[in-house]
């Protein structure tokens, strides 16, 4: 029973970017106020995504991004109160309940030209947690009920935290993007923190899959999963040479890197009539070789996020052991180190920072 309401603290720290600040800064702020719409969640779980890193370095965003505000767009955690009664007598959800928070669920108005069309992912009008406004990388946040997805059973905070994007985003892409079909062969770009998720995804799919990465643990991983030796590019191999030389026709490159050299390699290997699905932005600017995309007739296909329903698709998934996410885990308090860590490619693939219960129970069971 979650009834009595607990005592809340006025303020609390939070991972904070500053515009033209390339650091994260530690701040005490208020605790947020959720909107009558709204629910303030207790966080057990955020993830952290290579975009945090553009997040702190790109000074180039949209002119609605906040002065100041919480980093962390991929959280879970424990609902502690709803914004209104109203709210709390309609929702499907109660105070107690563990939610995965969809860090872009749109204004969900019928007039927005994004929510009406399915797109609420894109909309610029609904809170954007950890993406230009308040997001999860402290003990508290507010959302709208609509960001909130019920986490299956045996689920744990730190997964379904990462399944909000990491997940979600890879699902999206190669489910309703890039529409990859069984009788297909892709080459996936990158067994990363989307990437290995994009993996797993395919394969249920039943699709072939070519991949490339360019740390041996990873194509090593993907090998323990299933992917035949002989369909693992070996590292510093060219990619067009191995293509070529096994004859393979590459109906849809995946790319989840984004750098020179895979946009080059997927508009060199992609098959004429095929599509390029461009996830990953390490660089962010690419060239689009024109002879090469008419004469092929290709089709460049970018994507972000995922719609509302791709989420609860890719928990049950998650909770059937289909998709088997890899989640290292530490304190809040290591952000900066962890995200060092991530660019440098020591993470092997997504990392949560846990806090309250959740922190505690995996320390006690680290311990053990
Ligand atoms: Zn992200
Ligand atoms: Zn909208």
Redesign the pocket.
């Known amino acids: 029973m979650a009834t009595a309401t607990q005592q809340l603290p006025e303020t609390m720290f939070a991972w904070r970017k500053h515009r033209g600040n390339p650091e994260p800064v530690w701040e005490q702020v208020p605790l947020p106020v959720p909107t009558s719409t709204g629910v303030l969640v207790q966080l057990l779980a955020s993830g952290v995504c290579r975009s945090d890193y553009h997040h702190l370095t790109r000074e180039m965003q949209p002119k609605w991004f906040q002065e100041k505000w919480t980093l962390g767009h991929e959280g879970c955690g424990k609902i502690i109160k709803f914004g209104s009664p109203e709210t709390e007598a309609t929702s499907k959800f109660k105070v107690g309940d563990i939610v995965a928070l969809h860090s872009v669920p749109?204004?969900?108005?019928s007039t927005?030209?994004?929510?009406s069309r399915g797109l609420?992912q894109i909309?610029?009008?609904?809170h954007h947690s950890g993406i230009g406004q308040d997001g999860y990388y402290a003990p508290y946040c507010a959302i709208d009920v609509r960001g909130l997805y019920r986490v299956p059973e045996g689920v744990s905070p730190a997964v379904a935290a990462v399944a909000t994007d990491a997940v979600q985003t890879a699902y999206h892409a190669i489910v309703r993007r890039a529409e990859v079909k069984p009788h297909e062969t892709v080459f996936l770009f990158g067994l990363g923190g989307l990437g290995w998720n994009a993996l797993q995804v395919v394969r249920h799919i039943g699709a072939r899959v070519i991949v490339s990465d360019v740390r041996q643990s990873r194509l090593d991983e993907a090998v323990k999963l299933g992917v035949p030796a002989e369909d693992v590019v070996p590292i510093g191999k060219s990619i067009p040479e191995f293509v070529e030389e096994r004859g393979l026709h590459i109906d849809t490159t995946l790319d989840f890197v984004g750098v020179h050299q895979t946009f080059q390699d997927a508009q060199a290997i992609v098959r004429r009539g095929g599509k390029l699905l461009c996830v990953g932005s390490i660089d962010s600017e690419n060239t689009v070789h024109m002879h090469v995309g008419t004469r092929k007739r290709l089709t460049f296909l970018f994507t972000y996020g995922g719609q509302h329903g791709d989420l609860d698709d890719v928990l049950d998934l998650i909770a059937k052991g289909v998709i088997q996410p890899q989640v290292e885990t530490g304190r809040l308090e290591d952000f900066p180190r962890v995200l060092k860590d991530l660019t440098s490619g020591k993470i092997e693939c997504r990392y949560a920072l846990l806090q309250g219960e959740e922190l505690e129970k995996v320390e006690r069971a680290k311990a053990a």
């Open positions: 749109g204004c969900g108005d927005c030209p994004e929510c609420a909309c610029q009008t609904g």
